[in-house]
């Protein structure tokens, strides 16, 4: 655990008092806008990292001089030293390169590889109890490869994934049938990429299946929007890809997590014969508490569901392959 003292420029831990913190790896505009997320809804104190030691102590500074306005008392601290995020009880990681217009998550593989494994090694050796969530793309093959480099329990260990993605199709049903976001659940299983297999018998309004509002080729529109979802944006800033959207998904897992609310939600998780995966990390209906995940929700899926799901999880194992192909001997 963690506390805090003042230095000259922000205000960092000290051992006087304890409470909980969640280290962001990668201050770029996910990790930024995580850590607001993080000490606004009064979750955790946070330590920020990035290599660049000026951008994670500015964006600290900044959320330390809201706290009175937004009415909170955490802390965030700003760093380029991973021994400032010992004790952390969560370590998300968002460094990396994000995608530039054209490119797939796929094509982020190699030059984000190294930065994860890295990463992961350096954040669990100062926070060895901590459990890691992985945002960073190609993600459900950087969550393996974090399980890997970190050394702990996969049930420590998981990816942000189908939250996302749920999240989207859960919007794009809202406005395409001018309902409330609130009376919409979706549910989207299978990678963090074009292969995700959105699940339309199991998103409801109202706890109807939006398979009894719209017709198939409504349904279709929004499920290839849905799969889209991050090209979609990426295409129209130019310069970077969604963030806002991203940290909100992480921000539930964290929540999730810290209150130990037993929730369940679909998140990259180790399978060991759940639908019928072994040693993978894919989108499935996860429940999560304090202790990370605690079990796997196996849904009754239509054989075209399910091959769908195993497509998606081959080319998963493709990736990790060409990432450990990638990897210095």
Same mark, same amino acid.
């Given at each position: 655990?963690?506390?805090?003292?003042?230095?000259?420029?922000?205000?960092?831990?000290?051992?006087?008092?304890?409470?909980?913190?969640?280290?962001?790896?990668?201050?770029?505009?996910?990790?930024?806008?995580?850590?607001?997320?993080?000490?606004?809804?009064?979750?955790?104190?946070?330590?920020?990292?990035?290599?660049?030691?000026?951008?994670?102590?500015?964006?600290?500074?900044?959320?330390?001089?809201?706290?009175?306005?937004?009415?909170?008392?955490?802390?965030?601290?700003?760093?380029?030293?991973?021994?400032?995020?010992?004790?952390?009880?969560?370590?998300?990681?968002?460094?990396?390169?994000?995608?530039?217009?054209?490119?797939?998550?796929?094509?982020?593989?190699?030059?984000?590889? @190294?930065?994860? =494994? +890295?990463? #992961?090694?350096?954040?669990? !050796?100062?926070?060895? /109890?901590?459990?890691?969530?992985?945002?960073?793309?190609?993600?459900?093959?950087?969550?393996?490869?974090?399980?890997?480099?970190?050394?702990?329990?996969?049930?420590?260990?998981?990816?942000?994934?189908?939250?996302?993605?749920?999240?989207?199709?859960?919007?794009?049903?809202?406005?395409?049938?001018?309902?409330?976001?609130?009376?919409?659940?979706?549910?989207?299983?299978?990678?963090?990429?074009?292969?995700?297999?959105?699940?339309?018998?199991?998103?409801?309004?109202?706890?109807?299946?939006?398979?009894?509002?719209?017709?198939?080729?409504?349904? @279709?529109?929004? =499920? +290839?929007? #849905?799969?889209?979802?991050? !090209?979609?944006?990426? /295409?129209?800033?130019?310069?970077?890809?969604?963030?806002?959207?991203?940290?909100?998904?992480?921000?539930?897992?964290?929540?999730?997590?810290?209150?130990?609310?037993?929730?369940?939600?679909?998140?990259?998780?180790y399978l060991t014969g759940e639908y019928g995966l072994n040693d993978i990390f894919i989108g499935v209906p996860?429940?999560?508490?304090?202790?990370?995940?605690?079990?796997?929700?196996?849904?009754?899926?239509?054989?075209?569901?399910?091959?769908?799901?195993?497509?998606?999880?081959?080319?998963?194992?493709?990736?990790?392959?060409?990432?450990?192909?990638?990897?210095?001997?």
């Amino acid at each position: 655990m963690s506390t805090f003292v003042r230095n000259a420029l922000t205000l960092r831990p000290s051992i006087a008092c304890k409470s909980i913190q969640v280290a962001v790896i990668g201050a770029g505009n996910v990790g930024g806008t995580l850590a607001q997320r993080i000490v606004e809804r009064n979750l955790a104190n946070v330590v920020l990292l990035d290599i660049m030691p000026g951008r994670p102590k500015g964006i600290a500074l900044d959320l330390m001089e809201a706290r009175g306005l937004e009415g909170h008392e955490r802390f965030i601290y700003g760093t380029d030293d991973y021994a400032e995020t010992a004790g952390s009880d969560i370590i998300v990681i968002t460094a990396g390169f994000p995608r530039k217009p054209g490119m797939t998550r796929d094509d982020l593989l190699k030059v984000n590889t @190294e930065i994860v =494994v +890295q990463a #992961t090694k350096k954040a669990i !050796a100062y926070s060895p /109890e901590a459990i890691i969530i992985m945002v960073t793309n190609p993600l459900d093959v950087l969550t393996y490869l974090a399980w890997q480099a970190s050394g702990l329990p996969p049930e420590r260990v998981m990816g942000m994934a189908g939250i996302l993605d749920s999240a989207r199709f859960q919007t794009f049903i809202a406005l395409e049938l001018g309902v409330s976001n609130a009376d919409v659940v979706a549910m989207v299983l299978g990678s963090h990429g074009d292969l995700m297999v959105p699940l339309p018998r199991y998103s409801t309004v109202g706890g109807v299946p939006i398979t009894e509002l719209m017709d198939e080729e409504t349904i @279709e529109r929004l =499920v +290839q929007r #849905t799969r889209n979802g991050g !090209a979609e944006i990426v /295409e129209l800033m130019q310069t970077g890809g969604a963030y806002y959207a991203p940290a909100s998904s992480v921000c539930q897992m964290v929540e999730t997590i810290l209150l130990n609310k037993s929730r369940i939600l679909p998140v990259a998780s180790y399978l060991t014969g759940e639908y019928g995966l072994n040693d993978i990390f894919i989108g499935v209906p996860t429940r999560l508490n304090c202790r990370g995940v605690e079990s796997i929700l196996q849904l009754d899926l239509t054989d075209a569901e399910l091959a769908a799901l195993h497509a998606s999880a081959e080319a998963v194992r493709r990736q990790i392959q060409r990432a450990h192909e990638l990897q210095p001997a």
